[in-house]
């Protein structure tokens, strides 16, 4: 374990593991921390040294001398930088991959957008950034998404009436909507949801340009969707899948909750 000071921005905590040698810089999922890929002990973790990083309200990164309004305003993308160039001034300049899921895969994508003739490896799962979803985009772009985003999270009601819609109309499944419930039981809970989600409001990737450096710089690129996965499914995905020249696309037997034991076991079965 241990820090980055990140100009700016705060102190970045982050969790190593993995007995591979090569290293990773790893994001995770909404709710979690930079812990949750350590469940892929058999597959990723016997390749990687993974540098898993806490997003801000998570753990335990901290950001510093940020009021509401800043962080509502969105951390700019040029501040995506300062993980590598930190993590490079404790490290050496070198090669290295990068993992991420759900909205984690914002950051990894970023970084390959910097730093494509230094990565090996890319794996995302059930990636945000590859495709716009349109309710993220309703609540942290548009005036009156804002305003409701904001209201839902003061209220001890709106928040579960809102997930309980969701999950009646189908755009999330049971166990999403447990997960998320547990995010909003809480009126700190509810300020973390709406404070991570607007300060990386900003960080939306430029897929045309990723793929170009994926197929570039011949990074091997493995995306890994739940097929019953009605967040970021492969479907709102193939316009950037059909870019790549040589990607290793999963789609598995799992929802949205994809960094599980099952996950890690699929993975280590592929054929060689």
Known sequence: MGFLDLPGLGKAHYHE???????????????MTGKQFHVLEKSVLTKYHVYGFDHFFHGESKLSGWAENKITAGMPKTMVKAYVEEWFKKHGRQRFSVMGYSIGANIALLLVEEYADLIDDIILMAPDGLSTYKGFHFLLHQPIGRFFFR?????????PSLLN?????????????????NEIDTPQKRQDVYYTLNLIRLLKPDAVKIAGLINQHHINCTLIF?????????????????MLDDADVHEVPLGHWLVV???????????A
């Open 226 to 242: 739940g097929k019953d996965d009605n967040l970021f499914p492969k479907t709102a995905a193939e316009p950037f899948i059909n």
């Open 165 to 181: 819609n969701l999950k009646k109309t189908g755009f999330i499944d049971a166990s999403l909507h447990q997960i998320a419930y």
């Open 151 to 159: 209201q839902v999270t003061k209220s001890k009601w709106l928040a």
């Open 261 to 271: 034991k099952q996950l890690d076991e699929y993975l280590v079965n592929l054929p």
């Open 17 to 31: 593991y993995g007995s591979g040698s090569k290293p990773m810089l790893a994001f995770h999922g909404y709710g």
